[in-house]
């Protein structure tokens, strides 16, 4: 088998073990024999685009996260500090979240959950979105970052990098919980808040953005918000699995642009 294979199973069985699974477990998720699974993680056999999808659906990611053969970005909380203490491996892009920035974006979230995160349709996919145009709406108006998330092209639209790291934060320090639901007939995750946000940690104009933002984009579900998203500049001018840039926003066209221009008619 090809080298391509290799990392590909490599990549599954990182993901089964961060899940707390054993291949017998996730062998009886995908109604594989427990050899056919050792075989794909050890590259021995190629994986069914069927396998894979499911193996995405189960992982909560998208196949396209786990087609993108590069080493995912390491990302450290500053008040991580085990993670802090750690060496660094200088061929892991690492990603550091600053207290403030983690903090920002803690009541950003909880501000959309409390607002928006009991619609039917709003699970993860929506959130990645809502949380991209928060942040580049806002950049593109006041030249300056609300949240400054990371976030990265893929075939569904932005992802921001940072989101699952903090995400498990919350869970552990009981902000929010985390309920594995379904939207008709697809797998969804939702987050319910378990408290409101400190509003005074948000400037008027960052709280009047997120506002905007989910005035016009909330009521849309994950297919719709990602389809959106794809004719945005900064998305469709970044390459797969790219760095999408704060900077690109400026060259936005309408209906995206949420800044008057000394130009515009």
Partial sequence: MDNIDKILGKKIKAFREKAGLNQQGLANKLDISRPTLSQ????????????LYMIAKLFNTSVDVLLNL?????????????????????????????????????????????KAGSKPHVGETVIYKLLYFI????YEKYEEQLIGATYIKNHYGPTPVEFKKIIEKMINDKEIIKVDSQYFTYPQTKYLPLRTPEIDILKGTEISVIDSVLNRLSDMNASQISDYSHED???MVTEEG????????FYRTRPYSVREYENDI
């Fill in 40 to 51: 794909i993680e050890n590259g021995d056999r190629k994986i069914h685009p069927n396998e």
């Fill in 70 to 114: 590069k080493k995912e970005p390491e990302v450290i909380l500053d008040s991580d500090e085990k993670m802090k203490a750690t060496k660094n491996n200088k061929s892991t892009i690492r990603i550091n979240v600053p207290q403030s920035n983690l903090q920002k974006f803690k009541e950003t979230l909880l501000y959309i959950l409390n």
């Fill in 135 to 138: 942040d580049f709406d806002y």
């Fill in 233 to 235: 500049v900064p998305w």
């Fill in 242 to 249: 790219g760095t999408i840039e704060y900077e690109t926003v």
